[in-house]
T-cell receptor, first 113, second 109 residues
Framework: DVKVTQSSRYLVKRTGEKVFLECVQDMDHENMFWYRQDPGLGLRLIYFSYDVKMKEKGDIPEGYSVSREKKERFSLILESASTNQTSMYLC????????????FGSGTRLTVV | GQSLEQPSEVTAVEGAIVQINCTYQTSGFYGLSWYQQHDGGAPTFLSYNALDGLEETGRFSSFLSRSDSYGYLLLQELQMKDSASYFCAVRGGYQKVTFGIGTKLQVIP
């Protein structure tokens, strides 16, 4: 089974801090994604990557950046955390051409205080 | 842009059948997916429809009508463990998937 691992389950950070959320997948998938999930808003795409060092903006990229230096690892960076970035962050991966949908990590619940 | 509509909540009785509808508006369309998410858990992939018609996987079936921009997820022989949120998701462009806000299904005895 594909496994997507997010490094932290819960994080509490202060406003203005630089925050790194790490995601690793073990099935050699080309495509990786970062979503945030908020009540009443569903899952919204922040950034995605279809190859090493490649990145594309999703629907809500403002305030975020990403890094993909290795195929298995996709990092989400909050340059200067703000309280409106308090959310559940979900990483996902998918193989090229796969019709089997995303495999999600367990999520990181980030609270910015 | 893309938008999806699905009911926010549905309640059904254990052993019954429930249908969760999803309508979408997209600038492009590659397929419709369904995901299940239990409270505190990660979304898990259930099904994918790229062509019109019904896809069946055990107790779950998913239907798509591209001409109507409409699909549904059908859950049969409901069990208590089916209580979860169900998301429809449209792949409207290369690697670009948009999710609905989710339908919270409560199965009652």
């Amino acid at each position: 089974d594909v496994k997507v691992t997010q490094s932290s389950r819960y994080l509490v950070k202060r406003t203005g801090e630089k925050v790194f959320l790490e995601c690793v997948q073990d099935m050699d998938h080309e495509n990786m994604f970062w979503y945030r999930q908020d009540p009443g808003l569903g899952l919204r795409l922040i950034y995605f990557s279809y190859d090493v060092k490649m990145k594309e903006k999703g629907d809500i990229p403002e305030g975020y950046s990403v890094s993909r230096e290795k195929k298995e690892r996709f990092s989400l960076i909050l340059e200067s955390a703000s309280t409106n970035q308090t959310s559940m962050y979900l990483c996902a991966s998918r193989g090229q051409g796969s019709i089997n949908g995303y495999t999600f990590g367990s999520g990181t619940r980030l609270t910015v205080v | 842009g893309q938008s999806l509509e699905q009911p926010s909540e549905v309640t059904a009785v254990e052993g019954a059948i429930v249908q969760i509808n999803c309508t979408y508006q997209t600038s492009g369309f590659y397929g419709l997916s369904w995901y299940q998410q239990h409270d505190g858990g990660a979304p898990t992939f259930l099904s994918y429809n790229a062509l019109d018609g019904l896809e069946e996987t055990g107790r779950f079936s998913s239907f798509l009508s591209r001409s109507d921009s409409y699909g549904y997820l059908l859950l049969q022989e409901l069990q208590m463990k089916d209580s979860a949120s169900y998301f429809c998701a449209v792949r409207g462009g290369y690697q670009k998937v948009t999710f609905g806000i989710g339908t919270k299904l409560q199965v009652i005895p």
